[in-house]
């Protein structure tokens, strides 16, 4: 993109007032959403949150959602992955399999069977292996707590969360698959991430374009799942980030 343009495009950007009832954060955060290309491409695109093109672009370095792959997609809603998954595994023509699961409703995404229910609740697994067919090829999740505004506190939820889900992939994942999971800067994940090591290939931490480059998003990935057998530790991280 030419200075010209990024000149014309500035001076196009939406500016939103702060109204009597919301904060300058709303404000920022409203004037952010209208003037993210990302918004506007999933919108004409149909594709349910922004988020959708961060799994995308990941797959696209990594290539992980293969066809016929079994998937499941934890605290999906409102579906952007669960569309993305579906469409590289070829759900829809019955080539893979992908199953959402979360406790919020979540309207229904082309072959993709949505689990209405906590991934915590201790019959989750087996109802998510049966829903697939067997067990998982990749384990996604996205989830983040709702911030407090305090980044420590932030940052101590969603690796929680994190390794909360890790521990729920440990369980339905086959061998050889592959976890992806949302982190953020922080500084506490090491024994995690030393955990996964022992528990998987390779781990790394990658960022997509999608993710913007003022946030402290992370993802965690891990591949070559070996379901309970000693590992060699691989310290390998192609996007040059230390995990």
């Known amino acids: 993109m030419t200075s010209k343009t990024g000149g014309r495009q500035d001076r196009l950007k939406v500016r939103v007032k702060t109204a009597k009832r919301r ?6 955060w409203l004037q952010r959403q209208l003037n993210d290309p990302y918004v506007a491409k999933a919108r004409s695109e149909g594709y349910r949150s922004r988020a959708a093109y961060k799994l995308a672009e990941i797959d696209d370095k990594y290539g992980f959602l293969k066809p016929g792959a079994r998937v499941v997609d934890l605290g999906a809603a409102p579906g952007g992955w669960s569309q993305v998954a579906a469409e590289r595994v070829g759900a829809a023509q019955g ?30 697994p087996d109802q998510l292996r049966a829903a697939l067919g ?10 983040a707590p709702p911030t407090t505004g305090h980044k420590q506190t932030d940052h101590l ?15 339905v ?3 050889g698959g592959t976890f992806l999971a949302k982190v953020l800067r922080g500084g506490t994940e ?10 998987f290939d390779k781990v790394r931490h990658v ?5 913007r480059a003022d946030s402290a998003e992370l993802y965690v990935m891990a591949t070559g799942f070996r379901g309970g057998q000693a590992p060699e530790v691989d310290t ?8």
Not at 23 to 28: E, Y
């Open 190 to 199: 090491t024994q995690m991430l030393n955990d996964m090591k022992r528990d």
């Open 207 to 211: 960022k997509p374009p999608a993710s």
């Open 157 to 171: 939820r969603i690796m929680g969360m994190c390794e909360t889900a890790l521990e729920f992939a440990r369980e």
């Open 23 to 28: 904060s300058a954060a709303s404000t920022r």
């Open 134 to 143: 067997g067990p998982a090829d990749v384990v996604l999740s996205d989830i």
């Open 173 to 175: 994942l086959a061998p």
């Open 95 to 124: 080539k893979g399999k992908v199953v959402a699961i979360d406790i919020l409703e979540m309207d229904p995404v082309a072959g993709v069977e949505v689990l209405h229910l906590d991934f915590l609740d201790e019959t989750a």
């Open 236 to 243: 390998d991280n192609t996007d040059g980030q230390e995990a």
